[in-house]
């Protein structure tokens, strides 16, 4: 769970282990629930974005649904706007490249050479409602 | 981080697949239901037996059910923990003196935990969609809830004999004082389920009736968190970050030497995981009582530190990692006492425990 509040905790935790001991450790079952659940506190603590490839490409911010009082957010958790694109084909290979920074997440979606750009689109993350705006947590 | 969405519209990360997930799942409801006790036909023997159990680290069932239900929503979780809930209902309901006794600390108030995460959930989900939970599942609710309070009444509630510092019931402001942390926070974190269950319940039934026992309830969680803040140690900057660091006993005042605290025995880091069982409840439940997004990562940065900075130890200077925390190996509990873990220790020849920057590695 704590590396839901400080990045790199498991990989800290395994620093006294060969790689085969330490994927050997987060094989068990213990391991694997507390990297889930560190996944989980993340999204609880609003700091959790989605990047979903449907008709249209769409960013949204999660948990999304309503507020602490229980109302929706004005446009749930999406951030605007859906981006248009070729699509996926099932079977084929990408190449994705994601930039996160403080205000703004940028998508470029390649074909499998990487020459052909197929999207590219930075959004804004400070568009969305103020209860569910990333928390600037400092490790 | 990027998610997908699986078949069923859930979302999931990528680092943990939804065909993982569905693994994980599967395991955890493979677990037995987490009852405790021993069933004789006599009622008096099993009520013995349940007396002497030990529910605080907590019930490792129980805790595995929450998890996974809360990361992946799954609701024959739900299933599992309703299993051990209606068995410790039906026991503190039959044997009401029993379960008022064994709750009379918060090392004992964990036999609970299943009645409570299963009512908060359970009214939390029916808060926020009110289609998702039946009208006899809340009903239940308030029933588990009912036997919690009674349960807890003597223990937590009345103005006879309050702490004139704490404002609590003396015998529990005095319990606060003396026990180690490890063996009450989950305790704590119970409490902190009950009482947000309770106001889920108070929103659904708009009655203010618990009212009372609410405010009693985030006092007495309240004071505890003052309490053990008190006795550990914020430090605000090793590195430029936060550490919280605090003694394996409540009654380890510690000294401040070279700017940093020193106990006679620092929480190690088997202990200290049992302490994050219960600030997770408290986390999820009550942060605004002081377990919230800063605290913990100053808990993540204290153990953080303590799991990867190595130190010199002992006349032999012997080079060593402070300790670990329980991921991803099961700590050397023994080993780790003698190292203390919980801030950057050395082993004096004493054999206490002292924090010392000079001896850092």
């Avoid at chain 2, 509630?157 to 490890?182: H, V, Y």
């Amino acid at each position: 769970m704590l590396e839901a509040f400080r990045d790199g905790m498991i990989d800290g935790l395994c620093i006294t282990l060969n790689p085969e001991r330490k994927a050997a450790a987060n094989s068990t079952f213990d391991q694997r629930l507390e990297t889930l659940y560190s996944h989980y506190l993340k999204a609880l603590r609003k700091d959790l974005l989605s990047l979903s490839f449907r008709e249209n490409i769409r960013c949204n911010r999660y948990p999304l649904m309503r507020d602490e009082k229980l109302e929706s957010y004005p446009t749930g958790g999406l951030i605007e706007p859906m981006v248009v694109y070729p699509g996926v084909t099932t079977g084929e290979t990408y190449q994705v490249l994601v930039d996160k920074k403080a205000d703004s997440i940028r998508l470029r979606l390649y074909d499998e050479s990487g020459e052909n750009l197929q999207a590219d689109h930075t959004w804004d993350t400070r568009q969305t409602a103020e209860g569910i705006r990333p928390r600037q947590i400092k490790t | 981080m990027a998610t997908a969405e699986s078949p069923d519209g859930s979302v999931q990360n990528l680092i943990f697949s939804y065909a993982d997930t569905k693994v994980l799942i599967q395991e955890t409801l493979s677990e037995p239901n987490g009852i405790q006790e021993l069933q004789f036909t006599d009622p008096v023997a099993t009520v013995g037996n349940f007396m002497m159990m030990r529910f605080f680290f907590p019930v490792e069932n129980w805790l595995h059910f929450y998890k996974v239900y809360r990361a992946t929503g799954d609701k024959r979780l739900l299933d599992k923990l309703l299993e051990s809930a209606r068995h410790y209902h039906k026991l503190s309901a039959e044997y009401p003196s029993a379960a008022q006794q064994k709750a009379s600390d918060p090392e004992g108030m964990p036999f609970m935990y299943s009645m409570a995460a299963w009512s908060r959930i359970t009214l939390q989900l029916a808060r926020k969609q009110s289609g998702a939970v039946s009208k006899q599942e809340i009903e239940e609710a308030e029933a588990f809830l009912k036997t919690m309070v009674s349960v807890l009444k003597p223990t937590c509630e009345g103005n006879n004999s309050l702490d004139p510092e704490m404002g609590i019931p003396q015998k529990l402001a005095d319990d606060f004082r003396t026990r180690a942390f490890n063996r009450a926070m989950n305790g704590i974190g119970t409490l902190s389920l009950i009482t947000v269950a309770l106001e889920d319940l108070k929103a659904l039934n708009t009655t203010t009736e618990y009212q009372p026992t609410i405010d009693r309830y985030r006092k007495v969680i309240q004071e505890y968190i003052k309490n053990w803040h008190r006795i550990g140690y914020l430090d605000p900057n090793i590195e430029g970050e936060k550490h919280f660091v605090y003694p394996y006993a409540a009654g380890d005042i510690g000294k401040m030497v070279d700017g940093g605290k020193i106990y006679r025995r620092a929480e190690d880091a088997g202990h200290y995981s049992h302490t994050l069982q219960g600030l997770m409840l408290l986390y999820e439940s009550t942060p605004e009582l002081g377990i919230d997004d800063d605290f913990m990562t100053a808990v993540a940065n204290a153990v953080y530190r303590s799991s990867t900075v190595q130190v010199e130890v002992g006349k032999n200077k012997k080079r060593c990692i402070l300790g670990i925390s329980k991921a991803p190996l099961k700590p050397d509990c023994n080993q780790l006492q003698k190292m203390g873990t919980s801030t950057v220790t050395a082993q004096r020849e004493s054999g206490s425990i002292c924090w010392r920057p000079s001896e850092m590695a």
